[in-house]
């Protein structure tokens, strides 16, 4: 949003207004032309190029499962498609990865249960129509799933775009700090649905089942003691041991790595954070498998311990590389793949993590890799699309389309968003129709990864 301060907010709305030119909201019906498309299986491989061999077919596997996971895993296949497509050029932050799955319930620093778009890894300034669009066909390929027909589907679609244009348009009526301000907290977004409805009984036992699933929670679930000192448990290959993993001259190596990134990464902290981390000490770290799509990112959990064995952190230092987005948008102005994630997180989240930060090991692999670090798990809830209703679904792509509303309008210029996007329902039809399109373009891309599987050209594994 730079220089944005600059205009009047007539002149702010007027941009907006002149993007639409260039393109019309009703062009974003159509998904780019298959003409000259990469091969989505070609992409994924060559993501796997920098990947850990042996945790590449768990990926694999995981996003063999269904069209849904697959979509989850490829968003460097939509990315492609994306960037082939034109853009308003009307920016913000993005998320880069917006599907359903991205948001959720997290613990503010002030303790309370907030509700926002929870993964950054990639983050990147770009139209902020990119995101809209991950999050509307994500909604229709979870919808095919639920078996929901076009009707319902078109109804959640739709729902999640309206929801975003009109809380854009009421955010750029606010003031500055008022924007930056606001937040979306679990309890006054459970108030909003009606009482004694099956959405309703599911946002409460949602955020319940949120507070219990903290550092102790995770503690408890992931330790245990091992000739008197505490330990990460062993679940190969999902949470792996350094000393499962290489021997010992390696393991000590990396062991003084990963101690060494706790001890240098807090230097991207504030100084009351730096205090903070340093009243704990590190006791054990395991290499983790998380999600679909960063399966075969180098991800390790640090067990620390404060006053004393029940005193608990578990930190999740997270592998970061050049975002899917960067090829189309441009690449990232941070030297450090780490702080640009970090980085977008905190413009774009109403709160973040107390522990967020960035730093980089060197020797990993003989490479320099880039990781962010956060808390593994702190009052964490997240939505169960294989279960919802079609009238729950509806509820819940309101919630999401309300809150990327709002952590765009806090990353960019939601008066100039605002205006393009207008008062009409031109742009939400426009994206019911580019969400059943590129859902059918996802399965597809979902036929071509299983015929490659079939054919032994890429392998999977369940896990």
């Not at 700090?177 to 946002?203: M, S």
């Not at 020797?363 to 962010?372: E, K």
């Not at 009052?379 to 792509?397: E, L, V």
């Not at 960019?412 to 039809?429: C, K, M, N, Q, T």
Request: glycine share 8%.
């Amino acid at each position: 949003m730079t220089g944005q301060a600059l205009l009047t907010a007539g002149e702010r709305a007027a941009r907006g207004k002149a993007a639409r030119s260039r393109v019309p909201r009703s062009t974003h019906a159509r998904i780019a032309p298959s003409d000259q498309r990469p091969d989505p299986v070609s992409i994924l491989e060559e993501q796997a190029t920098t990947r850990v061999p042996e945790l590449v077919p768990i990926r694999h596997g995981r996003m063999a499962q269904s069209p849904f996971a697959f979509y989850r895993g490829a968003a460097a296949v939509m990315a492609s498609d994306l960037g082939r497509e034109p853009d308003t050029g009307v920016t913000t932050q993005l998320c880069g990865d917006a599907h359903l799955l991205n948001f959720g319930l997290f613990a503010s620093p002030e303790r309370r249960l907030v509700f926002d778009v929870n993964d950054f890894d990639e983050t990147l300034p770009g139209p902020f129509e990119w995101d809209v669009k991950r999050l509307a066909a994500s909604f229709a390929v979870a919808g095919r799933a639920r078996g929901f027909d076009d009707k319902r589907r078109a109804t959640i679609v739709r729902e999640s775009v309206l929801s975003y244009r009109e809380r854009m348009a009421t955010l750029a009526a606010m003031r500055t700090l008022d924007i930056w301000y606001a937040r979306d907290e679990a309890d006054e977004l459970q108030d909003l649905l009606p009482a004694h409805t099956t959405a309703r009984k599911k946002a409460e036992k949602v955020t319940a089942a949120a507070r219990g699933r903290g550092q102790l929670e995770a503690f408890a679930k992931l330790t245990h003691v091992v000739d008197g000192e505490r330990r990460i448990v062993t679940d190969p290959p999902l949470i792996t041991p350094l000393g499962d993993l290489l021997p010992d001259a390696r393991r000590e190596q990396l062991e003084g790595r990963l101690r060494g990134l706790i001890g240098t990464y807090s230097r991207s902290l504030g100084a009351d954070r730096q205090d903070l981390l340093a009243r704990f000490r590190v006791v054990d770290m395991a290499r983790k498998v998380v999600g679909v799509g960063s399966v075969g990112t180098r991800c390790w959990v640090i067990l620390l311990l404060g006053r004393d064995d029940g005193d608990p952190l578990i930190l999740q230092a997270k592998e970061a590389a050049a975002s899917v987005l960067a090829p189309y948008a441009g690449a990232s102005g941070y030297p450090n793949h780490g702080q640009r994630v970090v980085s977008g997180q905190r413009l774009m989240q109403a709160a973040s993590d107390i522990f967020l930060g960035w730093d980089r090991i060197t020797g990993i692999d003989n490479r320099q890799r880039d990781f962010y670090v956060r808390q593994l798990r702190d009052w964490k809830g997240s939505a169960r699309p294989d279960t919802m209703s079609a009238n729950t679904m509806r509820a819940y792509a309101q919630l999401c389309g309300n809150c990327l509303a709002r952590a765009h309008a806090r990353a960019g210029d939601p008066v100039e968003i605002a205006a393009y996007l207008g008062s009409s329902d031109a742009f939400d039809r426009a994206l019911v129709q580019y969400a059943e399109a590129y859902a059918d373009q996802n399965e597809r891309d979902f036929e071509a990864f299983g015929a490659a599987l079939s054919s032994g050209r890429i392998t999977a594994e369940a896990a």
